[in-house]
Nanobody
């Protein structure tokens, strides 16, 4: 059974940093493309960042480019999302997702394994 467990969310002030972690079990993270999406109530799930199986390719949403860094640790079967310079527009539930496929996708429907989400709140 595949499980993705996110951690690291919390309440911070604008300008602060957080690092989210997503640890995979039941699959080898290094064989899966991994991504982060976020969602606020009443809105669709939004792409944040994705990293390829090898870690050689990364995609970012324009809204987080230059502030967020996606990385992976194959030995720990974990991916990380380092979020710097957090803004009032960033609060959401952040979800980790995994996809076994031939290409790296930024579309939520292409991911078939999801974590339970971790809340990020930013106070201004």
């Amino acid at each position: 059974q595949v499980q993705l467990v996110e951690s690291g969310g919390g309440l911070v002030q604008a300008g602060d940093s957080l690092r989210l972690s997503c640890t995979a079990s039941g699959l080898t993270a290094s064989s899966s493309h991994m991504a982060w999406f976020r969602q606020v109530p009443g809105k669709e799930r939004e792409f944040v960042a994705a990293i390829s199986r090898t870690g050689g390719s990364t995609y970012y949403a324009d809204s987080v480019k230059g502030r967020f860094t996606h990385s992976r640790d194959g030995a720990q079967n974990t991916v990380y999302l380092q979020m710097n310079s957090l803004k009032p527009a960033d609060p959401a539930v952040y979800y980790c997702a995994a996809r076994i496929g031939t290409y790296l996708s930024t579309t939520s429907r292409d991911y078939n394994n999801w974590g339970q989400g971790t809340q990020v709140t930013v106070s201004s």
